[in-house]
T-cell receptor, first 119, second 115 residues
Framework: DTGVSQNPRHKITKRGQNVTFRCDPISEHNRLYWYRQTLGQGPEFLTYFQNEAQLEKSRLLSDRFSAERPKGSFSTLEIQRTEQGDSAMYLC?????????????????FGSGTRLTVV | AQSVTQLGSHVSVSEGALVLLRCNYSSSVPPYLFWYVQYPNQGLQLLLKYTSAATLVKGINGFEAEFKKSETSFHLTKPSAHMSDAAEYFCAVSTRRGGGFKTIFGAGTRLFVKA
């Protein structure tokens, strides 16, 4: 297993275009998270999945953002009608929980992120 | 609601000196606490974690942190800084929310190590 993989590493897009990012978590991990990080800030929670179910979505996330995790494996994050304010590093992380009530005892494993620049 | 405050966006120490990065949290339920390190152009890497066992936890690269409930703190320390410790450090708190857990990160502290 090579860890959490994110593609692409970099994306430059024009304002108003749609973009889609992909995250491949560690195969045995059942929880998957998306975070956004801007310069000088910590990761900001966007959404997370347990298997294929999306359990929570940040209230800060506009309707232009959507995430899916079909079959509980890889996940995609789509941003429609991108704006310059969407420019950030988008981080994916995964973790293993043997039951719903179990905390992330081993923390999260993060990917290297996708850096989005909207021009 | 949970929150994390890291005191000091930048900390500078000399090589061989003590490293102290401060973190205070707010949580209405027992928290699970973490420190992560991020090197340039890389994702976050787990340094150590507190998950309700021993209050003094040891992590990788010689780092340790102590959970102090009365002070709602989880400060990160290392006795002797090394040049390779220069990076950004994030404190995080994870609490039970609905069907799972949600983790909130602090704004980060950038550690500079002077030769």
């Amino acid at each position: 297993d090579t860890g959490v993989s994110q593609n692409p590493r970099h994306k430059i897009t024009k304002r108003g275009q749609n973009v889609t990012f992909r995250c491949d978590p560690i195969s045995e991990h059942n929880r998957l998270y998306w975070y956004r990080q801007t310069l000088g800030q910590g990761p900001e929670f966007l959404t997370y999945f347990q298997n294929e179910a999306q359990l929570e979505k940040s209230r800060l996330l506009s309707d232009r953002f959507s995430a899916e995790r079909p079959k509980g494996s890889f996940s995609t994050l789509e941003i429609q009608r991108t704006e310059q304010g969407d420019s950030a590093m988008y981080l994916c992380a995964s973790s293993l929980a043997l039951r719903d009530s179990q905390p992330p005892l081993y923390g999260y494993t993060f990917g290297s992120g996708t850096r989005l620049t909207v021009v | 609601a949970q929150s994390v405050t890291q005191l000091g966006s930048h900390v500078s120490v000399s090589e061989g000196a003590l490293v102290l990065l401060r973190c205070n949290y707010s949580s209405s339920v027992p928290p699970y606490l973490f420190w992560y390190v991020q090197y340039p152009n890389q994702g976050l890497q787990l340094l150590l974690k507190y998950t309700s066992a021993a209050t003094l936890v040891k992590g990788i690269n010689g780092f340790e942190a102590e959970f102090k409930k009365s002070e709602t703190s989880f400060h990160l320390t290392k006795p002797s800084a090394h040049m390779s410790d220069a990076a950004e450090y994030f404190c995080a708190v994870s609490t039970r929310r609905g069907g799972g857990f949600k983790t909130i990160f602090g704004a980060g502290t950038r550690l500079f190590v002077k030769a």
